[in-house]
């Protein structure tokens, strides 16, 4: 029988892949997150008793809002699994993904009664009450959700060996494009997208004991600011990346 380590290491290898070329793991970011599958697989085994899972990403078209289809079943089998290990998910997305995450939740059996909407006004309140009424949350996790971008004062905040790029930083990130969420090519998403992210921002004041994870491939979505935006941005295709990497980090990001 395969050990636990020789299995979270195939899964790795496959999920890792960057067949869509974003990039964030060529040749500058191969080992850009390594490890971070196993230390937040293990954390979640042996400390998962009440989950939140948000997921849904916006995409404004020539007809309207849709939304992304690839988090939504991601944030269902995930949430399946965890529920059959007796714990408590709550899935999460906002107005504009809603129907999508519906939609995944039905196919995959699930009731849909466990499906938390944030609406685009009013949010802030939302997220607050949100948190109020599960202050027993063990795990936050986010799927291909978007986040806002960053602030001086957030890479300002991030680890890192020498001292914040700022000059670059304010040369290359017009501050019309700080906290603000963007899709890849650099539009932005806030008229359309719940900012959901403000649940991963109060987490650590709320409820300390609470982890969180981040799951994404963009550089654009929650948990990508676990890693230092002059390493990540270069990496982002196109001549948006300086601008659209996200702020928000996790405990782990995969």
């Not at 039905?106 to 948190?131: R, Y």
């Not at 109020?132 to 959700?145: G, K, M, N, Q, V």
């Not at 914040?164 to 008229?191: I, Q, Y």
Request: hydrophobic residues 40%; charged residues 20%.
């Amino acid at each position: 029988m395969r050990s636990f380590e020789q299995s979270v290491s195939r899964i790795e290898s496959l999920i890792r892949r960057d067949p869509a070329r974003r990039g964030l793991l060529g040749s500058d970011g191969g080992d850009l997150g390594r490890g971070e599958l196993a230390a937040a697989a293990t954390n979640l085994a042996d400390r998962g008793r009440e989950i939140a899972i948000v997921t849904g990403f916006a995409i404004p078209n020539q007809h309207g809002i849709d939304a992304e289809t690839d988090g939504p079943p991601g944030a269902v089998i995930l949430a399946d699994v965890l529920q059959r290990l007796s714990m408590d998910v709550t899935l999460v997305t906002d107005e504009t993904c809603h129907r999508a995450v519906a939609a995944a939740m039905t196919a995959g059996c699930l009731n849909t009664q466990s499906l938390a909407v944030c609406p685009l006004n009013g949010a802030n309140d939302w997220c607050h009450q949100f948190l109020s009424d599960h202050c027993t949350l063990t795990h936050l996790i986010s799927i291909e959700r978007v986040g806002p971008a960053h602030t001086l004062e957030s890479l300002h905040r991030q680890d890192r060996a020498e001292a914040a790029p700022a000059t670059k930083f304010e040369a290359l990130v017009p501050t019309s494009a700080h906290n603000r969420c963007h899709n890849m090519r650099g539009d932005t998403l806030d008229e359309f997208t719940a900012p959901l992210y403000l649940l991963f921002d109060r987490l650590p004041e709320r409820i300390p004991n609470a982890r969180s994870i981040g799951i994404g491939d963009g550089g654009n979505e929650v948990g990508m600011g676990k890693f230092a935006w002059e390493i990540l941005h270069p990496l982002v295709p196109g001549e948006h990346g300086p601008r659209m990497v996200c702020r928000i980090a996790t405990d782990w990001t995969i």
